[in-house]
């Protein structure tokens, strides 16, 4: 009995030092492979975005949409629709590059009744009432308020004359009209069956803005698709197309969830 009580004694010991040394784990995952769910879980980012390639040719901002660097642009997936209407969207196509200095822009436009005036007011308030393609810049949050404001956000607004609405929005949709997009250039042209639209915005302007941060942007992507009213002189037909599904109940892109990210690529 001695003897036996002597070697469970040495297998005591044994086992405490193994302990000591090499630890007690009930886990086989690695850091490797703790490393890999971590990468997984992040690119599980449910935000739409697209990827604004790199080009070195500038094109001829004309509304034509004729240049040659345009034919090898992605267009952005996933397409434009009616979030509030359980009915197909007319065609809308939008593109963009960079060349390290300008960011390049254009819409592509299915339309068989082009509201446009003839009259353009000094307050850019002609759009009002005009079919139209709109993009909005925010650089962060744009309807949930902190304890020390939120940033402004910008709109953009252009016909198919190429004449641009622009504007700075402070929450709670506080619009000022007087604003303009430093070095924003417009162009546009009626075809057979729409109208498209081009431009270009310095990369220099959307950094002053802190819009562009980390080779990405906060954007949101729209269409007002208005139509001649049914009696002459009531207001248009006004439908909205948008690229993001806001999942709001009525018509709004004053939300965060009509974002989607554009990552600019190098």
């Known amino acids: 009995m001695k003897k036996l009580s002597k070697h469970w004694l040495y297998l005591v010991m044994i086992s405490f030092l193994s302990l000591a040394l090499f630890g ?10 703790k490393v890999n769910q971590t990468v997984i879980a992040y690119n599980e980012a449910t935000t739409p975005h697209y990827d604004v390639v790199m080009r070195k040719e500038k094109p001829q901002i004309d509304g034509m949409l004729d240049d040659t660097v345009w034919q090898d ?6 397409g434009f629709h009616f979030p509030w209407d359980a009915k197909e969207a007319p ?10 200095t300008d ?6 436009v299915l339309d068989k009744d082009v509201l446009l005036d003839s009259e353009w007011q000094d307050n850019e308030s002609t759009v009002d009432n005009e079919d139209r393609v709109e993009l909005f810049f925010a650089g962060g949050s744009i309807d ?34 007087e604003w303009d997009l430093e070095g ?11 109208y498209s639209v081009e431009g270009k915005i310095p990369i220099k302007t959307l950094e002053e803005l802190k819009l562009l941060t980390n080779n990405t942007m906060k954007v949101g992507a729209y269409r007002a698709e208005f ?11 006004m439908e909205w197309i948008s ?11 004053h939300v965060n969830s009509s974002f989607g990210e554009f990552r600019f690529l190098n």
């Open 24 to 33: 007690c784990t009930t886990s086989s995952t690695t850091s490797d492979e």
């Open 73 to 78: 642009v992605p267009i952005l997936s996933g």
């Open 91 to 100: 065609l809308t196509e939008f593109k963009a590059f960079q060349d390290g």
């Open 103 to 108: 960011l390049y822009f254009n819409f592509n």
């Open 144 to 177: 949930k308020p902190t304890p020390d404001g939120m940033p402004l956000y910008y709109a953009i607004e252009v016909d198919a004359d190429g004449r641009v609405h622009d504007y700075s929005i402070e929450y709670y949709r506080d619009f000022d009209g």
């Open 184 to 194: 924003l250039e417009t162009a546009a042209t009626k075809t057979d069956n729409g």
């Open 227 to 237: 139509s001649t009213p049914e009696t002459e002189g009531d207001d248009p037909i």
């Open 243 to 253: 690229w993001v599904d806001p999942k709001t109940p009525a018509p709004d892109f």
